[in-house]
């Protein structure tokens, strides 16, 4: 019997070699969470906000540049019966046919301080009635050049307030950018450890069958010469169906788990793989002050707090800017026209435009007023909301550090605990031979073992995971000393 035992640890250790034997790959964690930021689907997502938010930005700097715009009608043509009113109240219909083509071309500059446009521009007319037989039937119009100025008064510019926020929004989005990967990267860890927790399980189960069918096979014995009794001998082979039902149950455990890692991380169906406990714990050390100094440095959330200020201040400068509409336009330049198209350029005439358009309300039942104070309104409770996540941020990084020492120690107990159920096991084991110890007392001391085991991966998974939440939390390795963002 005690070469039947010993041959126990013999075969859990040929059963681990043979699982990795099969593997073309064998991952560590650091492969996983590589393969996690390049071939995941979430990182192609992220990829794909990134890029999406810098075309947003660029659109945002092209409102500030001059654009050349060509504009008009060309080419016009019509024909068809006007209906023409007389003097006597009656009315003609005569067939008309006509073309008018017009086109301008114009130089736009956006003034970001006023939110006016001044441009300069060219443009040029051309009309002809076919119906027409006299010399007036086609003529020629345009302006050689002209300076002009559009310019609102006391409006909402929406030029100068997103140069407050968009910078900011973009800024905002690239640290969101190394966010999620720190996040990809905390979930490929809990998919690493899911996997390795359901490969424990499954060689405890299978470790536990065959232990269990041996025991059996002693009590069978022991039953057979009437030194144990019936009812420990049907206790063992309840236990030992159970063990068969737990291997089932581990077996579809460990595919449920390994399917979902492999798809996480982009694998093929034909590529197999196995994986490496992380075992190797880094020392650093983490204080609060220092963890919360690089979070507000480093975290999009801290740019965000100050962007929703701005917008909060927006949304009120633009309830006031609705109160009334004013705008001034003025332009300066040379026009002419003509029968032929260089009468157009032929001692040009000046051209002179200035009006100012204005739409006040005299009264509006306190519309505008509902409309500020709302505006004020919403700040204030924006404030608030900024102030409490603000709070709540803080209480987030100071969380995740103290609960980031726990787990180091939380490690170095389960690791010693898992050290010491094994050895008791083994003691108890060799004592149930020998007939010191009844079948009870060496199951305990075999589930306190599985127990032990189950909680040393469980602590590993719970350090790595709370080590890339705190890279998350931080954008900051303080294990390497090194910043994740860096600003370009």
């Known amino acids: 019997m005690n070469k039947v035992y010993s041959s126990l640890p013999v075969f859990v250790f040929f059963f681990l070699i043979t699982s990795f034997s099969y593997a073309q790959n064998v991952f560590t964690l650091d492969d996983i969470i590589l393969r996690s930021k390049g071939q995941s689907p979430a990182s192609k997502q992220a990829e794909t906000r990134k890029e999406n938010r810098y075309w947003q930005y660029r659109f945002y700097k092209s409102n500030y540049n001059p654009q050349l715009r060509l504009e008009g009608s060309l080419p016009s043509y019509y ?12 009315f003609r219909y005569i067939p008309v046919e006509q073309t008018n083509n017009y086109v301008n071309l114009g130089l736009q ?36 050049m002209n300076i002009q100025l559009n310019q609102p008064l006391f ?9 407050k926020t968009e910078p900011l929004r973009y800024e905002e989005s690239k640290r969101e950018y190394v966010e999620q990967m720190e996040f990809i990267s905390r979930e490929a860890v809990s998919r690493f450890f899911n996997v390795l927790q ?6 405890i189960a299978t470790f536990n069958l065959a232990n269990n ?21 049907l206790q063992v082979e309840l236990q030992l169906l159970r063990s068969r039902q737990d291997v089932a149950q581990a077996t579809l ?6 399917l979902q890692l492999r798809t996480y991380i982009s694998l093929t169906e034909g590529e197999t793989f196995a994986l490496s406990l992380p075992e190797f714990i880094p020392s650093f050390d983490v204080t609060v002050d220092e963890a919360l100094e690089h979070a507000r440095k480093n975290r999009a959330a801290y740019i965000a707090f100050e962007r929703r200020r701005i917008e909060a201040d927006r949304e009120v400068a633009e309830a006031r800017g609705q109160r009334f509409q004013t705008e001034l336009t003025a332009a300066f330049g040379l026009n002419n026209n003509g029968l032929m198209l260089n009468d157009v350029y032929t001692d040009p005439s000046e051209l002179q435009q200035f009006n100012l358009t204005l739409s006040v309300p005299v009264l509006d039942w306190g519309r505008n007023k509902s409309r500020m104070r ?10 608030y909301i900024i102030a409490q996540d603000e709070i709540n941020f803080e209480q987030e990084v100071m969380t995740q550090v103290r609960q980031f020492e726990m787990l180091r120690l939380q490690i170095e107990i389960t690791k010693k605990a898992d050290e010491v159920a094994t050895e008791r096991y083994n003691v108890a084991q060799n004592r149930y031979l020998i007939g010191k110890i009844d079948i009870t007392n060496l199951n305990i001391a075999l589930t306190e073992k599985d127990d032990a085991k189950r909680s040393y991966i469980q602590a590993l998974k719970s350090f790595w995971t709370a080590y890339y939440d705190l890279r998350r939390l931080t954008l900051y390795d303080f294990s390497t000393k090194q910043l994740l963002y860096k600003p370009e």
């Open 79 to 90: 024909k068809r019966v006007n209906q023409i009113p007389q003097q006597d109240g009656t």
């Open 109 to 144: 500059q956006p003034l970001q301080w006023t939110g006016g446009v001044i441009s300069a521009n060219s443009s040029l007319g051309y009309f002809k009635d076919f119906n027409d037989p006299t010399s007036l039937a086609e003529q020629w119009s345009g302006t050689v």
């Open 155 to 163: 409006s909402f510019n929406t030029l100068r307030w997103d140069r």
């Open 198 to 203: 359901a490969q424990i399980n499954l060689q």
């Open 213 to 233: 069918d041996t025991i059996y096979k002693i009590e069978q014995g022991r039953y057979n010469i009437g030194t144990t009794s019936q009812d420990k001998l």
């Open 253 to 258: 455990d460990q595919e449920t788990a390994r």
């Open 374 to 383: 709302t505006a004020i309104a919403n700040k204030k409770l924006n404030d």
